[in-house]
């Protein structure tokens, strides 16, 4: 039975027996925090941060969210808007005029922000040293055509909106998105959130079981 730590306030003790459950269905690691009005109602961690069980779950564990991030990369740029730096409703190619190649000249900040600019993956695979070369990856999609007429239809861009939102805003701000996340968002609310992950962090970073899990390539989508 994993090791269960932390509070769950009078009323919420079924969370913390539904968070016990998921360890009895094979989780090894986890952390919920449920907040009501401003006030933690539960706040839980337990099981282990590595697949052999030789790191116990902390507190301060942090692990992969995936695609919650978009919601912190959108609201990246819908600070750029908010400011009057930034239109949601302007051409991308305005701010970065490579992205105008192939019939993309009307595609629109929004588009990319709900997943209708046509984009969803890469026209072919993309090998890893290159998915990690920003100004690579960067240019195959601006250089490729869309997939569909930009916002006429919606298709998860689950891997690209990424670059596209992060571009977009590098070009109209100077910073990457990392860091203007790190110093307009996480850190005056001092939330434990990174978009790219200093080397001191890494000791406290849960390691993924994807075992039985199939990645495809990048190109493959």
């Not at 090894?28 to 116990?56: N, P, Q, S």
């Not at 970065?96 to 629109?108: D, I, S, Y």
């Amino acid at each position: 039975m994993a090791d269960i730590q932390g509070t769950c306030d009078p009323g919420y003790e079924a969370v913390g027996d539904a968070f016990e459950k998921n360890f009895d269905l094979g989780d090894l690691g986890a952390t919920c925090a449920v907040v009501v009005d401003g006030e933690t109602v539960v706040d839980l961690w337990g099981g282990t941060a590595d697949i052999d069980g030789d790191r116990t779950w902390e507190r301060d564990t942090i692990v992969n969210v995936w695609s919650t991030t978009k919601t912190m990369t959108a609201l990246c740029v819908l600070m750029l808007h908010d400011r009057g730096v930034l239109d949601v409703d302007q051409p991308v190619a305005d701010v970065w005029p490579e992205f105008a190649e192939n019939g993309k000249e009307a595609v629109l900040v929004r588009h990319i922000l709900s997943h209708s600019a046509g984009l969803p993956g890469f026209d072919a695979p993309i090998d890893e040293d290159q998915l990690f070369d920003w100004d690579y990856a960067c240019a195959r999609l601006a250089s490729q055509a869309p997939w569909w007429e930009p916002g006429t239809k919606s298709g998860y861009h689950s891997v690209t909106q990424g670059w596209l939102l992060g571009e977009v805003l590098r070009r109209v701000d100077g910073r990457t998105m990392g860091t203007f996340f790190a110093e307009e968002v996480a850190g005056p609310i001092g939330a434990d959130f990174h978009i790219g992950l200093a080397d001191e962090h890494f000791s406290r970073v849960a390691e993924l079981d994807t075992t039985g899990v199939e990645v495809p390539r990048l190109g493959d989508q």
